[in-house]
């Protein structure tokens, strides 16, 4: 059974940063595609970054290059998203997910089979 707990959310201000966590159990993700998500109130749930557990290549949203970082470690099942100079428009509950065995890079929640509970990312401004 596959789980997934994020962790790591909270409020800060304008231009201030946070690392999310998201612990990953019950399978062998060597052939998977991490990603993070994020929805606001009333929006939908859109792609803000990925990364390949096997080789490590990442990918980002537009909106979001160059502030935020997406990262793994394999030895802790663990992959992060390191945000910095985060804006109000951040705020989100920020949830990460798995697409197995994944050879295309999936830019839409659809495409990914197990999620996380997700956690809350405040920006004030």
């Known amino acids: 059974q596959v789980q997934l707990v994020a962790s790591g959310g909270g409020l800060v201000q304008a231009g201030g940063s946070l690392r999310l966590s998201c612990v990953a159990s019950g399978r062998t993700f060597s052939s998977d595609l991490m990603g993070w998500f994020r929805q606001a109130p009333g929006k939908e749930r859109e792609f803000v970054a990925a990364?390949?557990?096997?080789?490590?290549?990442?990918y980002y949203a537009d909106s979001v290059k160059g502030r935020f970082t997406i990262s793994r470690d394999n030895a802790k099942n663990t992959v992060y998203l390191q945000m910095n100079s985060l804006k109000p428009e951040d705020t989100a509950v920020y949830y990460c997910a798995v697409r197995p065995d994944s050879i295309v890079v999936v830019r839409t929640p659809h495409g990914y089979d197990y999620w996380g509970q997700g956690t809350q990312v405040t920006v004030s401004s």
């Open positions: 990364i390949r557990w096997s080789g490590g290549s990442t």
